[in-house]
């Protein structure tokens, strides 16, 4: 099955500065990548996602990029803000066009603090 | 955009007994529903995947007669915790995949249950 590890557990930053959090993945056929946001006692929300036929992909401030033969996707947070402090986690998926497709697996989450 | 929603928000229960939560998809068919389970600074761990009209697929080491599944319609899933136990306690969060849908699935509020 696939497995998802994710970079740091921990991301400190100073208020304008950039945040970037990485995740490797197992299974070469995934080809669906959603980044989420988790606020303390709320639901993953989706920030951002990719699918494997392109490379990077950017919104605002939030953008993230894929390397299928490396098998890793990346996020990059700019200019950070306070409010862009949660836990942030990772996910992958081989997505069929037809039918439902595989479960999302989760990396294992980065507590990112923006500190002012 | 798809909205999924939990009930109850919150529950506290006495150890022995059974719990229900209830999951529904508000504005489209959900025929895949995900049930994941949150302890606290950890990542979601996939419990079981629901099909509409079917038995529910379980995760290794999940045990299906005391996490009972049920997905009746394409709007509603329950998830019953039976015979429930303090180290049950964790947060439960639904899942729901759009009929149509290749990619995104989306996420409920989730359910805090705490096993006195």
């Known amino acids: 099955g696939e497995n998802v590890e994710q970079h740091p557990s921990t991301l400190s930053v100073q208020e304008g500065d950039s945040a970037v959090i990485k995740c490797t993945y197992s299974d070469s056929a995934s080809n669906y990548f959603p980044w989420y946001k988790q606020e303390l006692g709320k639901r993953p929300q989706l920030i951002i996602d990719i699918r494997s036929n392109v490379g990077e992909k950017k919104d605002q401030r939030i953008a993230v990029t894929l390397n299928k033969t490396a098998k890793h996707f990346s996020l990059h947070i700019t200019e950070t803000q306070p409010e862009d402090s949660a836990v942030y986690f990772c996910a992958a998926r081989f997505a069929r066009v037809t039918g439902g497709g595989n479960k999302l697996t989760f990396g294992t989450g980065t507590q990112l603090k923006v500190e002012l | 955009g798809a909205v999924v929603s939990q009930h109850p928000s919150w529950v506290i229960c006495k150890s022995g007994t059974s719990v229900k939560i209830e999951c529904r998809s508000l504005?489209?068919?959900?025929?895949?529903m995900f049930w994941y389970r949150q302890f606290p600074k950890q990542s979601l761990m996939l419990m079981a995947t629901?099909?509409?009209?079917?038995?529910?697929?379980?995760e290794q080491g999940v045990e299906k007669d005391k996490f009972l599944i049920n997905h009746a319609s394409l709007t509603l899933s329950t998830l019953t915790v039976t015979s429930a136990h303090p180290e049950d306690s964790s947060f439960y969060i639904c899942s729901a995949r759009d009929r149509g849908a290749t990619y995104e699935q989306y996420f409920g509020p989730g359910t805090r249950l705490t096993v006195t």
């Open positions: 504005d489209f068919q959900a025929t895949t």
């Open positions: 629901s099909n509409e009209g079917s038995k529910a697929t379980y």
